[in-house]
């Protein structure tokens, strides 16, 4: 693994490049994190499992998020996050081992939703995989900053975000570059971004879904299945949660099995 700077306009992203063992051209994969999540979270897992399987992955952090620049911080801001995917197509491009015809993206959660967002408009994208997908984060909170998991729970709390708490704020994989916070100036952007807007005719790469069977989330992935007119492949994982695609390695292992006989089929 080594960690890379990514130019992105007057900003520097910053990123996780994992190479696999081979002096091959391969393919090269964008990996998206989740909002309110950083590189060094389930973005990294599956980056470094893709590149144990073969294909060159970068996980990086958002601008305005994690160590990227972007003032202010902890914007998330839907056009900025799709046009870092281009900046990392652009790197990924740049590399002399990674066949440029043969680059893929995954996105996790909210980095679905952008995966599939920034498939429709660029189509250097050869085949698009999504875990746990949302489209949007609808979110709100107090002037300043809201925070993106509730940081106290009741019995009312739906089951993804409970998970969610327990992720991003417990030793399960509590990061202290992932605060927990996003500007409240974030949501009106947030609010009127749709990913799925003319998917129908726009998103005509391959397209792999993955969701857990006890997903609170799994409609986005249903609703965009549809939408498609039926994804290349969707996968309902049984037993599995919205969180559990994260880091529960049984889950984990199924999800990256999926992702890597998908890319090598289509990115070829």
Not at 169 to 181: D, E, F, V, Y
Not at 229 to 236: D, E, L, N, Q, Y
């Amino acid at each position: 693994m080594s960690a890379i700077s990514i130019k992105k306009g007057s900003i520097q992203l910053s990123g996780l490049l994992y190479k696999p063992s081979t002096t091959s051209k391969t393919p090269g994969i964008v990996v998206v994190h989740p909002g309110g999540g950083v590189k060094e979270q389930t973005a990294r897992l599956y980056a470094k499992k893709l590149s144990e399987a073969g294909l060159t992955a970068i996980a990086y952090d958002a601008s305005y998020q994690g160590e990227s620049e972007g003032e202010p911080h902890f914007l998330e801001d839907p056009a900025e996050r799709v046009s870092d995917v281009f900046a990392v197509i652009d790197y990924l491009e740049s590399l002399d081992t990674v066949d440029p015809s043969q680059l893929g993206i995954l996105g996790i959660c909210a980095g679905g939703g952008y995966a599939v967002a920034a498939a429709k408009a660029d189509h250097r994208l050869k085949s698009v995989a999504a875990i746990s997908m949302v489209q949007s984060e609808n979110k709100t909170g107090n002037l300043g900053a809201c925070p993106y998991v509730p940081p106290q729970l009741d019995d009312k709390t739906p089951l993804d975000l409970r998970e969610a708490h327990d992720y991003y704020l417990g030793p399960r994989c509590q990061h202290p570059r992932a605060a927990n916070k996003m500007l409240f100036r974030s949501v009106p952007r947030v609010m009127t971004f749709d990913a799925f807007y003319l998917a129908d005719l726009y998103l005509t790469q391959p397209l792999l879904l993955i969701a857990g069977e006890k997903a609170g989330s799994i409609w986005h992935t249903d609703r965009l299945d549809k939408l498609v007119g039926g994804a290349t492949r969707k996968v309902i994982v049984p037993g599995c949660t919205h969180m559990d695609l994260y880091d529960r390695l049984p889950f984990v292992d199924v999800a990256t099995k999926e992702v890597v006989n998908f890319m090598k089929t289509y990115l070829k």
